[in-house]
Structures are given as structure tokens and as C-alpha cells.
């Protein structure tokens, strides 16, 4: 008798083995979907499908317990995989963790979708401002503030700028989410990019070249801030650079506060404008060499040391530079010069185009009390030669 053999598999064995590849195994940390089926003093039961049944009880219960109580029978909620199968068969959920994990995916489609959100602050530091977002902590830059909410405090002190800080806590403000790092639990919204995009749509109007009115609305170290008058919304900055044409070592020798100004628009980028006050100041340096040539001797005044020489007031507008070379090194330099001193100086030469006068030391310090004892003696000498004079006269005369 022959028996007739086939490779091929029947119907039913290909559709078993079909199933059995589509089922993927479940393993910690994984997300599933489960429906709640029973609730228990100590335990809740979920129906995973083709995974069987999934439960939370002890420590994960009580973590969630809030949770479960909102829970309707037949309600679908994620949960996290704390065990794939324990001794009774179940598979151990997590529904705190998954809620944080929704939480966080939440977030991130809020800032894919860059939406702005309302949020109130609760606290303050240095730093910035805290807060919560859907009750994950978060945290919002100084740096991060609209330009409204900007502590300006002049000399940087971290008390001042905690005690202008203070005065948001308890207050909602619009943000919008800039970056979330799930893994250190990270969360850092800004108000300044809600703010920037109604600036941006104001700013269509202006363009560089414009001339503006406006308020000096803060002076910080690196320059002022300046409120357009038609536009208060809108904010630009003069850099201490484009104060003045002269170099100045603090913005407050040129502004302060709610000085009304009028600028000139020298950039705008990124919703953000920049601004010069020089740019409408005559440029002493356009006529520099109707006034001083090179080779010409002058007397200075020493305003500033640097690492790289010394800067010597020619005049209210124009400073001159000695380098440091010419003492061999910074000690040597500040040794021979005092500042504030007055001393004289050859120009070796002069750059219009880069707002540079070279300086070389002539002699040391010119002193008042030297002057005046020149005045003194020259008086003196006058004296004892006109008085022969009289005597000779009246000789005469006798």
C-alpha cells in the first residue's frame, strides 16, 4: 500500500499559525489599553483582549486610587505594564504611570501644535517663575518673560530681580510650551514667544531706516530699552554701542528712565528690534582731521585701562588710544599713568574709517600746582627786571 504524503498545511494549521504571529508578547514598561470590568476594596480588573486580564492592586491601587473612583465599568484607560504575568495569572498595571505618561504626551502635542495655554504662577526665584502645567511642574526663565513682565534692574542684583519677580507669583499668564525632557521631568514655557508673535504683526509696519518716537521704558548694563510711542506693545533695544558715537562705560551717562528719545531703526529680526541713538548724532569723526593731524602734540585726560592699552580723552566727543607696548605691560602701564591723570601725547596716527587715534607718551603728568608755580616764576622774573628799569629811570632823572 502506498501512502501518499503533502507538504502542504491544512487550512486551520495556516490560520492558527497566522494568529500566533500577530500576537505581539507584552513586556514591562509597555503602554496597553485596558476596560475596567470590577473594582475592589484593594484591587481593580481590566480587560486586555487577546492579553487576558490585567489588574491594579497595593502600592499601584493606592497611586491610582483617584483614578479609579472617576473610573466607569467599561470605561478604556492606558496603563503601563508593571509585570507581564505574575503567580494568579494577571497582568500588573500601572495607571500612575501611565497617567503621566499621557500627561507628557499631552504636553508634547501641545508644543507640536504651538498653542498657547494659561497658566498661574506659584512661586518665584531668581531664576524665573514657577508653575504647573496639567500638574506637571514647570518652570519659566527670566530670560523667557515678555517685555512687560522683564525685571530691568540696572546692576544685575539678584535680590532686586527676586523682588520684581515676587510681584507675578499669583498672577495667570499666557505661554507657550518651548521645551519638555520626559526623562529629567523638565518643563519650560515662555511668555515671550506669545508675546513675540503679536509684535511680529506690528512690526510690518516698520522697517529699517525709520525714524521712531519713543520712551525710555528700562537701562540696563548692555544698553536701553526704548517703548514706541504709537506702538507701547512694541519694545526695542539701543545697544550701548549705538548710544553715542563717544565710547561710554554705562548707559545712564546718555538716558534714563521715561526720557522721550527719538531712533533710528537698524534692524528687525526675529520679532525683535534694534535701535541707535547715534545713528541721528553728528559723527565727530567725519571731521576728525580738520582737527587733529598726526604728528601733532595734545594733552589728554586717561579715562579708561583696558588689557590692550589705555584711553585718553582728547576731547568731550573724541578719546585717543595708548597701547599697552609702549610700558612693556599692564602693571608698568597703570604705574606710569594715573587715571584721570592729564598728560601730553604725540598722534602717530589717526583712522577715521575705524574711529581710532593712536597715541605715543611725550612727558609725565602735567600737575595744576606746576602751572601755577610756572605762572608764579614768570610773574616773579617780570618783577625783578622791571624794577631795575625804575631805578635806572629815576638815576636818570637826577
Known amino acids: 500500500m502506498t501512502i501518499v504524503t503533502t507538504n502542504k498545511d491544512s487550512a486551520l494549521a495556516q490560520l492558527l499559525r497566522t494568529e500566533a504571529g500577530n500576537i505581539k508578547n507584552l513586556k514591562p514598561n509597555d503602554y496597553i489599553d485596558g476596560k475596567l470590568i470590577a473594582r475592589q476594596k484593594r484591587a481593580a480588573y481590566f480587560d486586555l483582549g487577546q492579553f487576558g486580564t490585567g489588574i491594579v492592586f497595593g502600592a499601584e491601587y493606592n497611586a491610582a486610587s483617584d483614578i479609579i473612583k472617576k473610573l466607569a465599568v467599561d470605561e478604556t484607560i492606558s496603563a503601563k505594564v508593571i509585570e507581564e504575568e505574575n503567580e494568579d495569572g494577571y497582568v500588573e498595571l500601572s495607571l500612575a504611570e501611565a497617567g503621566r505618561q499621557k500627561l507628557w504626551d499631552d504636553i508634547k502635542e501641545i508644543q507640536d501644535k504651538d498653542n498657547p495655554i494659561v497658566i498661574h504662577i506659584t512661586g518665584a526665584n531668581s531664576g524665573g517663575l514657577l508653575t504647573e502645567v496639567g500638574g506637571m511642574k514647570a518652570f519659566l526663565p527670566v530670560s523667557q518673560l515678555s517685555n512687560e513682565h522683564y525685571p530691568r534692574v540696572p546692576d544685575g542684583n539678584k535680590e532686586k530681580i527676586l523682588d520684581e519677580l515676587k510681584k507675578l507669583v499669583d498672577t495667570d499668564l499666557e505661554v507657550k510650551i518651548i521645551s519638555n525632557t520626559q526623562n529629567t521631568n523638565k518643563l519650560i514655557v515662555s511668555e515671550r514667544e506669545v508675546a513675540d508673535e503679536d509684535v511680529k504683526k506690528r512690526l510690518d509696519q516698520y522697517k529699517v531706516g525709520d ?188
Do not use: C
Open 211 to 398: 525714524i521712531i518716537d519713543g520712551v525710555i521704558s528700562g537701562v540696563a548694563d548692555f544698553g536701553a530699552f526704548v517703548r514706541f510711542s504709537e506702538e507701547p506693545t512694541v519694545e526695542g533695544l539701543i545697544h550701548i554701542s549705538e548710544l553715542d558715537h563717544k565710547l561710554i562705560d554705562d548707559p545712564k551717562e546718555i538716558v534714563k528712565v521715561d526720557d522721550q528719545i527719538r531712533a533710528k531703526i537698524v534692524e528687525v529680526k526675529d520679532g525683535r528690534v534694534s535701535l541707535s541713538l547715534k545713528a541721528l548724532k553728528a559723527n565727530p569723526w567725519d571731521s576728525i582731521l580738520g582737527k587733529y593731524k598726526e604728528g601733532q602734540t595734545i594733552e589728554g585726560v586717561v579715562t579708561k585701562f583696558n588689557p590692550f592699552g589705555a584711553f585718553v580723552a582728547l576731547d568731550e566727543e573724541i578719546q585717543g588710544l595708548i597701547h599697552v607696548t609702549e610700558f612693556g605691560g599692564i602693571e608698568e602701564m597703570k604705574e606710569s599713568l594715573e587715571m584721570g591723570g592729564k598728560y601730553k601725547f604725540r598722534i602717530e596716527s589717526i583712522k577715521p574709517e575705524e574711529k581710532r587715534i593712536i597715541l605715543k607718551m611725550l612727558d609725565s603728568k602735567i600737575k595744576e600746582n606746576d602751572l601755577i608755580d610756572s605762572t608764579d616764576k614768570s610773574s616773579d622774573d617780570t618783577d625783578d627786571k622791571e624794577e631795575p628799569k625804575v631805578e635806572e629811570k629815576e638815576n636818570q632823572d637826577n
